[in-house]
């Protein structure tokens, strides 16, 4: 019995998580062994270069060795104490310290939690019910965010998942992202009543999609005018498209923000932080409840603390961005040159590749993208050893560790997929 059948003996559609399963892709997972620096080996022996990076966290790279070792070392001190630690000190004040708008900050594990906590802090803090997300933006699985949620749900064709009570998705609002007149207007309807309006300054699950010039700058107007909550998702964007994520980048301050992924180095972790009059309304110093037992593991917090140390050494993110560039720029090249239909979205270490002439900037324009190409080209570039998402939808990932003959071997598989493709 293969790895594959013993998997969906015991597990859900064989994974823990829905996109693993590759069905967007038609297929069945790789089972990876291990991963070191830009490469992950799968049980056979495959060897590929990686630009999904776990979905973003590994932006040093897989098994960093300054990160193993530090996560080695809290180990060797226990795993985990159900007690404050000099560590989540320690991470919780260099966060502060770089990102614009946050003064206090709680710890969680997952970016689930952390929207879902962010959500109920601002419904408190205003005394309001409704909140405003944008169609194609994933904040996690918790009820009020299953609606027009991108990413997964978009792989698999679910606008919203069974098992949601009415009474809780009636106040969510689903607005076009990058559609500032669509939230002008669902305030002008129902301001008296929206707590907040909840964002991924860059959108990343339907692949990356980035803001129209006034758009955040829109969302910090409206919700002053009308007393709502700003909420920005930086699960993906924090500490990747730069120290102090996105918000630093457009400089836009929201209320709130929620991080994740590389706060933890590549171990489970979530974080929620904001403004002082709004976090001190968290329990114990305030009378908002949420708690862990795992919050603030100390694996957690040393990955997460070594990783952020890294990146803040000069010029570590513009090394990135270039590699990136490299990247991104060679496949626009390349595009051009075969006459394939394809445009890239693209900041900093992220990048998306739509297979369409048309610009991408909302979840309808992704959603018009030539899927059945994509899955071609992804079967073509993984046989030349390049691991992509296995979506149309999701963002791919640069690492510190892809080196320049990291991303000439991709271009080349870049040049010889489309190439194949276009035969097919």
């Given at each position: 019995m293969s790895l594959w059948e013993r998997a969906n003996r015991v597990l859900p559609g064989g994974v823990n998580s829905p996109v693993r399963a590759w069905k967007a892709v038609k297929g069945r997972p790789l089972f990876i062994r291990k991963a070191k620096g830009p490469k992950i080996?799968?049980?056979?022996?495959?060897?590929?270069?990686?630009?999904?990076?776990?979905?973003g966290p590994m932006i040093l790279g897989h098994a960093h060795p300054k990160v193993t070792k530090a996560i080695k070392r809290a180990a060797s001190l226990g795993t985990s104490f159900g007690a404050p630690t000099r560590l989540e000190v320690e991470l919780a004040e260099m966060i502060v310290e770089a990102v614009p708008s946050i003064e206090k900050v709680r710890m969680v594990n997952s970016g689930t939690e952390a929207t879902m906590s962010a959500i109920r802090l601002a419904r408190a803090y205003t005394g309001k019910n409704k909140v405003i997300k944008f169609d194609g933006c994933y904040h996690g699985h918790a009820d009020d965010f299953l609606v027009k949620a991108g990413s997964g749900l978009a792989t698999f064709g679910i606008a919203a998942s069974p098992g949601?009570?009415?009474d809780l998705v009636k106040h969510t609002l689903s607005l076009p992202y990058n559609d500032i007149e669509a939230v002008e207007e669902a305030f002008s309807?129902?301001?008296?009543d929206i707590a907040a309006v909840i964002v991924e300054p860059v959108a990343g699950n339907m692949?990356?999609?980035?803001?129209?010039?006034?758009?955040?700058?829109?969302l910090r107007e409206i919700t002053d005018k009308y007393g709502a909550?700003?909420?920005?998702?930086?699960?993906?964007?924090?500490?990747?498209?730069?120290?102090?994520?996105?918000?630093?980048?457009?400089?836009?301050?929201?209320?709130?923000?929620?991080?994740?992924?590389?706060?933890?180095?590549?171990?489970?972790?979530?974080?929620?932080?904001?403004?002082?009059?709004?976090?001190?309304l968290v329990?114990?110093?305030?009378?908002?409840?949420?708690?862990?037992?795992?919050?603030?593991?100390p694996l957690a917090m040393a990955a997460g603390l070594q990783t952020l140390r890294i990146l803040k050494e000069e010029g570590i993110y513009k090394k990135l961005e270039k590699r990136t560039e490299e990247l991104v720029d060679g496949i626009k090249a390349?595009?051009?040159d075969e006459g394939v239909p394809l445009q890239i979205n693209h900041i900093a270490s992220m990048f998306s590749i739509f297979f369409t002439d048309e610009p991408v900037n909302d979840y309808n324009s992704a959603l018009k993208s030539n899927?059945?190409?994509?899955?071609?080209?992804?079967?073509?570039?993984?046989?030349?050893?390049?691991?992509?998402?296995?979506?149309?939808?999701?963002?791919s990932f640069v690492s510190l560790a892809h080196r320049k003959k990291d991303i000439d071997y991709t271009l080349k598989a870049v040049k010889e997929s489309l190439k194949e493709i276009k035969e097919i």
């Open positions: 080996y799968d049980i056979n022996g495959n060897t590929y270069i990686d630009y999904v990076c776990s979905w949601i009570p009415h309807r129902s301001g008296e692949g990356v999609v980035l803001p129209k010039e006034g758009f955040l700058e829109g909550v700003l909420i920005f998702d930086e699960v993906i964007t924090g500490f990747r498209i730069g120290w102090g994520g996105a918000q630093a980048h457009y400089n836009i301050m929201p209320d709130l923000t929620c991080l994740g992924k590389v706060i933890g180095g590549g171990l489970p972790v979530g974080a929620y932080g904001g403004k002082k009059e709004i976090m001190s329990a114990p110093e305030g009378s908002v409840y949420q708690a862990g037992t795992l919050s603030g593991n390349i595009a051009r899927t059945d190409l994509f899955i071609k080209y992804f079967y073509a570039m993984l046989k030349r050893g390049i691991y992509l998402a296995p979506s149309a939808f999701e963002a």
